[in-house]
T-cell receptor, first 115, second 118 residues
């Protein structure tokens, strides 16, 4: 158990809908990362938050947004869902976003299926 | 351009044998970190080993070792004495400075699927 909790584990929704994925980082970790893993694209970095502030942005669509709350949990909001958004969404946390050798610990992922 | 390249989509290894999974990377930043993660069929991502760009010695963690060749920009994972439980996807990742934000992001390769044969 990595200590990173993601909910829900599975989500099935229709095209055009909006969903929220939730992540609780490991105790003491200030940095949260979101990744999307699809079969053809591998693990794509979406966005990083550090202590409530956005720190790095990757290939995140405008339909997607995220935030990190004062208690350090994070939510990834996906809207106007398309079939191609079906993927495994991972949250990872690390102690610091600013140290090179800090490994990121991953949650179990949320498998999103858009039908 | 790909930052992390894993050229072996799939590999087979006999149980108890050693196997090397290849990873090459591309960065102009002198300060970076290299990681390997394992993803079993259950889906979770498990951290295996880390190598810093300034580390003089190759990293080792139990049966895992990292063959770091800085001039070649390669960071191959070596698994010794393979076990059936090693069958999984293996991802190489690089942490480098994210421009302008003072923090670092982790970029992954496409992975190598390792199958251990009894």
């Amino acid at each position: 158990d990595s200590g990173v909790t993601q909910t829900p584990k599975h989500l099935i929704t229709a095209t055009g809908q909006r969903v929220t994925l939730r992540c609780s980082p490991r105790s003491g970790d200030l940095s949260v990362y979101w990744y999307q893993q699809s079969l053809d694209q591998g693990l794509q970095f979406l966005i990083q938050y550090y202590n409530g502030e956005e720190r790095a942005k990757g290939n995140i669509l405008e339909r997607f947004s995220a935030q990190q709350f004062p208690d350090l949990h994070s939510e990834l909001n996906l809207s106007s869902l398309e079939l191609g958004d079906s993927a495994l969404y991972f949250c990872a946390s690390s102690v610091s976003g600013q140290r090179m050798n800090t490994e990121a610990f991953f949650g179990q992922g949320t498998r999103l299926t858009v039908v | 351009a790909q930052k992390i390249t894993q050229t072996q989509p799939g590999m087979f290894v006999q149980e108890k044998e050693a196997v090397t999974l290849d990873c090459t990377y591309d960065t102009s930043d002198p300060s970076y970190g290299l990681f390997w993660y394992k993803q079993p069929s259950s889906g979770e991502m498990i951290f295996l080993i880390y190598q810093g760009s300034y580390d003089q010695q190759n990293a080792t963690e139990g049966r895992y070792s990292l063959n770091f060749q800085k001039a070649r920009k390669s960071a191959n994972l070596v698994i010794s004495a393979s076990q059936l439980g090693d069958s999984a996807m293996y991802f190489c990742a690089m942490r480098e400075k994210y421009s302008g934000a003072g923090s670092y992001q982790l970029t992954f390769g496409k992975g190598t699927k390792l199958s251990v044969i009894p």
